[in-house]
Each structure stands twice: as C-alpha cells, then as structure tokens.
C-alpha cells in the first residue's frame, strides 16, 4: 500500500520561507510524476509544482514561479517543496500527492495535508 505522510508546514510571516516535505512508502511508480497542490478557504484545489520521477521535468503554477521550487530524493522517497518569498495568498492547506499525470492534474496517492498560513 503507498502511504504519503507530509510535515512542514507552520505559520510565517509575509517574506519567509518554508520546506515541505514528503515521504512516500510503498510501491515506486517510477513512470509517474509527483506533485504538490493546495487548497485556501473558499477556493478550489490547484495544482502547484509538479516532477517527473527522475526529476527531468518540473512544472510550477504561475503565480509561485521563481519563489518555489520542487525537488525530490529518491533513495530517501522524499519529495520537498522549498517556498520562499512567502506572499498571504500563499495560504493554504499543501496536499503533497504520488502517482499523477504530468503536468499533475489526476493523482491515485494523496498526504493528508499540511497547514501553510502566511501572515501579513
């Protein structure tokens, strides 16, 4: 069974920065991609940063183009997310997510979420 399990997330302030990351366990899908999406009050789900398996491709949401980056770590199955630049509207519950298309818009394997709040 895959298991996504997230952590990072905390409260910053405008400006700061932030590591999410997360570990998959289980089966490697190694002609998937991984991604990282959020969801604020009121808003729907959107896809943030994407990766390919070897890490070749990335895909970023323009409004976090240039302040995140998305890496990843194989031999640790971990998946990172280093913000920067923190902006309020950055605020949102991260979901890190295993298994999905590219650029990742479907996903079979989701983290439970982790909390990001940005104050101004």
């Known amino acids: 069974q895959v298991r996504i399990l997230e952590s990072g997330g905390g409260l910053v302030q405008a400006g700061g920065s932030l590591r999410l990351s997360c570990v998959a366990s289980?089966?490697?899908?190694?002609?998937?991609?991984m991604g990282w999406f959020r969801q604020a009050p009121g808003k729907e789900r959107e896809s943030v940063a994407g990766?390919?398996?070897?890490?070749?491709?990335?895909y970023y949401l323009d409004s976090v183009k240039g302040r995140f980056t998305i890496s990843k770590d194989n031999a640790k199955r971990t998946v990172y997310l280093q913000m920067g630049g923190l902006k309020p509207e950055d605020t949102a519950v991260y979901y890190c997510?295993?298994?999905?298309?590219?650029?990742?818009?479907?996903?079979?394997?989701w983290g439970q979420g982790t909390q990001v709040t940005v104050s101004s």
């Open positions: 997510a295993a298994g999905c298309s590219y650029p990742p818009r479907s996903c079979d394997y």
């Open positions: 289980g089966r490697t899908f190694s002609m998937y991609a």
């Open positions: 990766i390919t398996w070897s890490g070749s491709s990335t």
